[in-house]
């Protein structure tokens, strides 16, 4: 479960961070789900290790250019790529109708399947392994966090103590994994359970832009490995951050707090922390751990792999 | 008169070339007029050393994704950089209705005038200084190709000679420095001409993009210093040419060649190119020198000083 950025400054790139995008690689898959595509996007994913033949769904936390400027380039060079089989867009309303109306206007034509889902709050996506959920945030314009859950999973199948014990290998095996009670052809009833290894938690991680501190990004962030959370201001530059409806360090940091997760990564830097200026990102950093130390920054192409048992992980 | 590239990819960018993007710096002014604005532009900007804040004038070709995908995006950093007057942009039909469409889904709002301007072929933008006229190229959808004319300057006024003569200095030496015949108070007759060094005859450039070989191309480009002209494919890729309505590199020296423009600069090219193909950009290079010699490659940030009397420069 790998999270990459591909951008982390709110509104402008600077020389050294991108607009927002986050990037997840799921290796058992061969699948890359993005979240929010801001301008360059996809050049990006081309000096990164990602593959954007391997992009599959994109989720967008809501219409601002900073998030979404980057999509129709992206989808007109998956098609020119060639080797893209379909793409899933999960978003506020009225983003179906931005992407037809530039497609139109453009001459677009993609060669490959797109379909774009309207999200509502509640379940957005699911499948065997995932399930990916949305809340409203607090912001200017309709915006939404998303929060995406890998299911737990049965543990290792102890094969051999199922021959032991005499039982067909066959259709059986297959409850037997999942957990569940069988009853075998000679009448005994064997709980599967017994069989398998202990259960493998699944991970989760929760991504809350563009919003201003609100409880449904606590919601929404409860007891994740990873909160992704944008961090736009300095706690000394809390009105701005009232004023245009965006967090300071110290509001991510509560969330994180308050909703107990085991990781905050603050992102969507305000270009007016950059190097040399009077306050810098290692304050906006310290103003976070004091309230919550399992804190870090992002930073363009830092990739975060979330830990299976707690046990930090980053390279 | 300074040509920067900005983006000399067609279609998609790879890790060296961005999508289509020049810029003209006009340093008498303070003003950066930009032909074409791919994704990624304003990043391109960055890396440069052109100011975006001198952004005044944006001229497009034609409504493709790599040719105005840039656009909202420069537009909305323009406005949050906050020291921008006003940008008029001229592009084809239909412009101004996508740039008003994107800004209202993503809420965009300009902390300054933009005005876009549809053209028609003949002139469309004139000054003191310059005059610049389009027309129609052959393209898939509606293309116009772009002819930059700086105007002739008078020649130095010599004021020592007209001091010598006994002119009384004043509102004569207006007339006389642009060249024009006055009558003193004393009723001697004079000819500016003959006070004024040889004139500065203005510089030239054209910008044929996206367009298969065509006529207005070599009319637009009669003469010019400097013509930049797509050159998508290889001549073995012909056919690919007719197809798609792009150039080869020998038709774009075929225009060159016709037009007798002193410098070809060739840009546009398919990623196929890239090093490590059986075809390379070398390749394109030689096949238009073999009809027009004094022709070049573009590369991304080339910049190319226009200059005055037919000597080359570039730097
Ligand atoms: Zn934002
Ligand atoms: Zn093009």
Tied chains: 1, 2.
Excluded at 207 to 214: E, L
Aim: glycine residues 8%; neutral net charge.
């Amino acid at each position: 479960m790998q999270i990459t950025f591909l951008g982390t400054s709110s509104g402008v790139p600077t020389r050294s961070r991108n607009v927002s995008a986050i990037a997840f690689r799921l290796p058992q898959k061969a699948e890359v789900w993005l979240f929010d595509c801001g301008e360059g996007t996809q050049h990006q994913f081309q000096r990164s290790e990602l593959k954007v033949s391997q992009l599959r769904r994109i989720f967008v936390t809501h219409m601002h250019g900073d998030h979404i400027f980057g999509l129709m380039g992206l989808l007109a060079s998956c098609g020119l790529a060639g080797n893209v089989e379909r793409i899933d867009i999960y978003g506020p309303p009225k983003l179906n109708e931005y992407l037809t109306t530039c497609a139109r206007y453009s001459q677009t034509h993609f060669s490959y399947p797109i379909k774009v889902h309207t999200v509502v709050p509640g379940t957005v996506y699911e499948d065997d392994e995932f399930i990916v959920r949305c809340a409203p945030l607090k912001h200017r314009v309709p915006a939404f966090g998303y929060r995406v859950e890998e299911k737990d999973r049965a543990g290792h199948f102890k094969v051999e103590k199922a021959k032991a014990l005499g039982i067909p290998p066959g259709p059986l095996y297959g409850q037997l994994k999942r957990g569940e009670w069988v009853t075998l052809p000679d009448g005994r009833k064997i709980n599967g359970a017994t069989l398998c290894g202990p259960l493998q938690p699944g991970r989760k991680f929760a991504y809350c832009t563009d919003t201003i501190f609100c409880d449904s990004a606590v919601e929404l962030a409860q007891g994740v490995d990873l909160l992704i959370h944008e961090a736009t201001f300095a706690h000394q530059d809390a009105q701005l951050a009232y004023d245009r409806l965006h967090s300071t360090s110290t509001m991510a940091a509560q969330v994180a707090l308050a909703a107990q997760v085991k990781q905050l990564m603050m992102t969507h830097f305000s270009p007016r922390y950059a190097p040399g200026n009077s306050l810098q990102l290692d304050d906006l950093l310290a103003e976070a751990q004091a309230i919550f130390p399992n804190t870090q920054m992002a930073r363009d192409f830092l990739t975060y792999e979330v830990p299976r048992d707690g046990a930090e992980s980053e390279n």
